[in-house]
């Protein structure tokens, strides 16, 4: 270019007119560098005008997004019901799938063994009469009893006996921060108006009151090992959530087995045989769930608790998959029907952890608190016509109460007439203790110790669960493995991620050129999904591509927080990326580094936690911002889609084992710093390594671990190319998980002779990118020699 500009100047030299010299020379060389310099916008696409933090904008849409979904919930909830309302019996027969379904969310799927009640003895000396008889009030004995439900898992609490007829048997579940001796009346705490298990007791009924963990930490963690400053009932959800069980489902366990008891006594002289769950708060909770699941409970009483759409607000622990999707309140009520249902407004828990400002191990935000009125006139207008003409409702009674109403005398009434019980004041006398009560302690430790236990033996025992459940893979064949596969792709998506709809907008894209070297050029890309959804990333494009040429492209994915720049940035130096994405496009790739939507700490978390009582999570969102993103690069004249990888490190590793199995046109992915073990990761309260340890309250999927594992998730890829990068030093999990479960991966690969497209690299280093393996595994198999 210097020697042409030095030729124009000796043939202008004559002119006098320097000002004409000079313009045709701004001319001529402003042109020849526009024709060399990359332009400010991708041809193709629109400025992007977008400033400020794209990241937490893109996780704000998302929550957007779930807005309008939690909107239409009332709406598009008959999707998934078939009621026939023609009559009772029509009715039962035609939501008993929807009963199986709560069930399983609940994790109410194990059965129970035949129960035993237990009388406790709480003092070991000879004591006169029965140890375990505790307490005497008016009319009625206390005993302090337990009772086995399955695999070690008792159930420990009172069991309250009238001393005349028995009219009635019900199973009083108070609040989980209340003892059964407080509803009792046996220890302070409650005002006599409160104490509903033992006015059901003078009244004549049967009553057996569960003990429930209640919302403290006082033996969070590994008892007398490590401990956790976390509610005890979000650990035990935590660990439960990834085996398909919850805290709930436990504590509905514990009572219909104590139904299983009371339904097999000597029934009363009316021949009524009436059972009845009647519970508060947390109580309240589990008696609606229980009278759902089960048609024995002719009686159901809620006091203290509702079912709320923003389930994110409230402790983890509450946290339910797809029941707001399927179920909520009106759901959960119309399955109790035709059987009577009370359901009182009146006295609601009102607590919240962690405590601002107190070390918290992590815990996830949320408080309960009495819901404003304008909630409970909504629930009522959704309840008036979801439950209109369903067989039974008439006699339902919604009962209003003061702040600080329990089982008050309207709803106490109601009960009363339905179960024939005798008139009894509110007014309490006297109970006269006879023995010690349990040590409470002692009973919490206990109920804690053998729920956390039974979620180790789930865990245990996952790797057969997980071998049962891949049964149906037709194994003769890659072919034939890869097609059955489909099933469990299918399952994957629709019951562990959670599927949006496709692109409802197109990608109407736009660009920015945001920096450039001798070899490539990089670009902001903005490309839209759905209103407020979008997705955002860095393309990389080499320079020197020729006409016609179509290279492959490598998708490259930051972890946890992380931003593309991360990735696609040489100026940005991380100890964890290394410019991988930079440092590829030096060998000729293309290269796109997506912002992922983990980012904005409880931000994001929160917005997944709102994401999955909808039947949806984070994974959601990422598949179609996926989607979007290579059907766009796709259409670019220097990309040739059948040669597009996916390559991601930590929380981008996470990515690589559930994006490209959902995505075909991902024809290769590589997980780096982040394989291993999956489900011990997350449920094994002995191991340091594990999330229950952390503040990652976002990792545990529902029923994981019974499905897949990550073994069980790279055959998914079959028969497409798929590699894990390790490093020694890397504190995500020991060598030895990851080896473990990557055997089965090569295993599976080895017996379908495509051995050859499975490798891990073990490398000397940290949670890093290594860049050397998976570099020569990338050109291999996307057919480009610069990298091998």
């Known amino acids: 270019m210097t020697r042409r500009l030095a030729t124009l100047g000796r043939a202008l030299a004559w002119c006098n007119h320097a000002g004409v010299v000079a313009c045709l020379l701004w001319l001529f060389v402003s042109r020849t560098l526009c024709a060399e310099t990359p332009p400010q916008v991708l041809p193709g696409t629109q400025p992007l005008t977008m400033e400020g933090d794209i990241a937490a904008r893109m996780v704000g849409g998302i929550d957007t997004y779930l807005d309008r979904v939690l909107a239409g919930v009332p709406k598009n909830r008959e999707s998934y019901w078939n ?24 994790g109410v799927v194990d059965k129970r063994e035949p129960v035993r009640l237990r009388f406790s003895a709480t003092v070991e000396r000879d004591v006169k009469g029965n140890p375990a008889e505790i307490g005497r009030g008016d009319g009625f004995k206390i005993f302090a009893v337990s009772w086995n439900v399955f695999r070690g898992v008792q159930a420990e609490g009172l069991l309250l006996v009238p001393d005349g007829e028995v009219k009635a048997s019900v199973v009083a579940v108070p609040d989980c921060d209340w003892t059964p001796e407080q ?24 009553v057996i009151v569960p003990f429930l963990v209640d919302r403290s930490d006082t033996f969070s963690g590994l008892p007398g090992v490590r401990k956790l400053k976390q509610s005890q ?36 002289a009316n021949g009524k045989a009436r059972i009845g769950v009647i519970g508060y708060g947390e109580g309240g909770m589990i008696a609606a769930f229980a009278g759902a699941l089960d048609q024995r409970i002719d009686l159901v009483a809620v006091s203290g608790y509702f079912v709320n759409p923003n389930l994110q607000a409230e402790p983890i622990y509450r946290n339910v998959w797809a029941l707001s999707a399927e179920f909520g309140e009106v759901g959960i009520a119309g399955l109790i029907a035709p059987r009577r249902l009370l359901w009182e407004h009146g006295k609601y828990p009102e607590t919240g952890y962690p405590d601002p400002g107190q070390s918290s191990d992590g815990a996830a935000p949320g408080k309960l608190q009495r819901p404003i009125d304008e909630t409970s006139e909504l629930a009522r207008e ?53 023995n ?14 053998q729920i956390l236990e039974d979620t180790q033996w789930l865990m245990r025992e996952s790797e057969f ?62 490309l839209d999904v759905h209103p407020n959804v979008f997705a955002y990333g860095i393309l990389v494009v080499p320079k020197g591509i020729k006409p016609g040429e179509k290279r492959p492209v490598v998708v490259c994915q930051h972890g946890l927080e992380g931003r593309p720049s991360d990735v696609a940035d040489p100026k940005v130096d991380s100890q964890y990326y290394h410019a991988f994405a930079y440092r590829l496009a030096e060998r000729g790739f293309i290269t796109f580094a997506p912002q992922n939507c983990y980012i904005g700490e409880n931000r994001f978390r929160q917005v997944l936690r709102k994401a999955q009582p909808l039947k949806l999570t984070l994974w959601s969102f990422i ?6 993103i290579l059907d766009w690069l796709a259409t670019r004249d220097f990309v040739d889609p059948s040669r597009m990888a996916f390559y991601g490190l930590s929380y981008g590793g996470k990515t690589a084992m559930r994006i490209p199995q959902l995505i075909d046109r991902y024809c290769l992915s590589i997980c780096s710093a982040d394989y291993n073990e999956w489900i011990w990761k997350n449920v094994s309260i002995r191991s340091s390594y594990c999330y229950l340890y952390g503040g990652e309250y976002d990792m545990p999927e529902f029923n994981l671990g019974n499905t897949f594992n990550y073994a069980e998730l790279s055959w998914l890829m079959i028969p497409r190319p798929f590699m894990v990068e390790r490093g020694h030093d890397d504190g995500v ?51 480009w020699p610069g990298t091998r």
Request: a negative charge.
């Open 623 to 628: 598949m179609r911002q996926h989607d979007v």
């Open 382 to 434: 959704e309840a008036a016509d979801w439950l209109d003409a369903v067989p039974g409702t008439d006699d339902w009674q919604l009962v209003g109460g003061k702040p600080e109403d329990v089982i008050n005398e309207e709803t106490f009434s109601a009960i009363s007439e339905y179960l024939d019980l005798a008139p009894t004041p509110n007014a309490s006398k006297l109970i006269n203790a006879m």
């Open 733 to 783: 999990a020991p060598d030895e998980w990851v080896a473990y479960e990557f055997a089965k991966t090569r295993r599976q690969y080895d017996k379908l002779g495509l051995g050859d497209k499975t490798e891990i690299e073990f490398f000397n280093g940290p949670h890093t990118i290594n860049g050397k393996g998976t570099f020569d595994f990338l050109g291999r198999h996307l057919n």
């Open 465 to 526: 669960t997980r071998a049962e459940f891949w049964k149906k893979v037709d194994r003769k064949s890659a072919a034939s493995f890869a097609e059955s596969a489909k099933w469990y792709r299918d399952y994957f998506l629709n019951e562990v991620v959670g599927p949006i709809p496709s692109a409802s907008l197109p990608p109407n894209p736009r660009s920015r050129k945001v920096s450039e070297t001798d070899a490539f050029t990089c670009y902001e890309v903005v």
């Open 436 to 449: 010690p009560a349990p040590e409470n302690n002692a009973r919490l430790l206990r109920q804690y110790s």
């Open 183 to 206: 509803t009792a009346g046996l220890q302070a705490g409650l005002p006599a108006s409160q104490q509903f298990a033992r006015r059901l007791a003078q009244a004549g009924c049967r």
């Open 83 to 106: 009621r026939d309302l023609s009559s009772p019996e029509a009715y039962v027969k035609s939501v008993e799938t929807n009963r199986q379904r709560l069930a399983t969310i609940l």
């Open 233 to 268: 009932r979000e650990v035990l959800w935590r660990a439960a959530y990834e085996m398909g069980r919850t805290v709930q489902g436990y504590e509905v366990q514990k009572v219909l087995a104590a139904v299983d008891w009371l339904e097999a006594q000597p029934k009363p």
